[in-house]
């Protein structure tokens, strides 16, 4: 089936520093990706969506200069939380449709758990 | 706009008990809907989904029923096991004018533990 995998799985870093996480798409080509909030015992929080050659759609009180996105090729995607700091520290989870199931269907990546000294 | 809302959480059971979470939405023209399975400290996967009314998902013994009528679609599953602990998420996606793939309007979740 399609996978999705995120890189790294957890990441500590000191506040101030920026931290980029990467979402792949295994076995199938993703034009478009999710990046996802999510923080404890909540539901998740669409925080972009990320169009391969073109910029990415920010939601609404999501700041663009903090988490800069990048769909850098058909597989691939980056958010890179800029300048972190603790409040940022959260489950970051991205997903990306497989058109073989349909476009409804999208896959979920395992998630990247940031926290920030 | 879309909407979801879940039954809330948490909810304990016993092995072998009947489960059932109810998931009711609000969307215009005609969603598909799911069921997202989250396991602790994982991403979520897919569980079931239903793209028509009346359509029933199934999967690993859970099921859920396109309830156009009622704007519902409750998971249930006849006989859980302690391997069924999880957050349970409902979710639609609309039909609209997205090129690939459709943004997911998710509920708030709903934790199910089940003890031996």
């Known amino acids: 089936g399609a996978v999705v995998s995120q890189h790294p799985s957890w990441v500590i870093c000191k506040s101030g520093t920026s931290v980029k996480i990467e979402c792949r798409s295994l076995?199938?080509?993703?034009?478009?990706m999710f990046w996802y909030r999510q923080f404890p015992k909540q539901s998740l929080m669409l925080m972009a969506t990320?169009?391969?050659?073109?910029?990415?759609?920010?939601e609404q009180g999501v700041e663009k200069d903090k988490f800069l996105i990048n769909h850098a090729s058909l597989t691939l995607s980056t958010l890179t939380v800029t300048s972190a700091h603790p409040e940022d520290s959260s489950f970051y989870i991205c997903?990306?449709?497989?058109?073989?199931?349909?476009?409804?269907?999208?896959?979920f990546g395992p998630g990247t758990r940031l926290t920030v000294l | 706009g879309n909407s979801v809302t879940q039954m809330e959480g948490p909810v304990t059971l016993s092995e072998e008990a009947f489960l059932t979470i109810n998931c009711t939405y609000t969307?215009?023209?005609?969603?598909?809907l799911f069921w997202y399975v989250q396991y602790p400290g994982e991403g979520l996967q897919l569980l079931l989904k239903?793209?028509?009314?009346?359509d029933k998902g199934s999967n690993k013994g859970f099921e859920a029923t396109y309830r156009k009528e009622t704007t519902s679609f409750h998971l249930e599953k006849g006989s859980v096991q302690v391997s069924d602990s999880a957050v349970y998420f409902c979710?639609?996606?609309?039909?609209?004018?997205?090129?690939?793939?459709?943004?997911?309007?998710f509920g708030e979740g709903t934790q199910l533990t089940v003890n031996p």
């Open positions: 997903s990306a449709p497989s058109r073989r199931l349909g476009t409804d269907t999208q896959y």
């Open positions: 076995d199938f080509q993703a034009t478009t």
């Open positions: 990320s169009n391969e050659g073109s910029k990415a759609t920010y």
């Open positions: 969307a215009t023209g005609y969603p598909s």
């Open positions: 239903a793209t028509k009314a009346d």
């Open positions: 979710a639609l996606s609309g039909r609209g004018k997205e090129t690939s793939g459709s943004r997911l309007t």
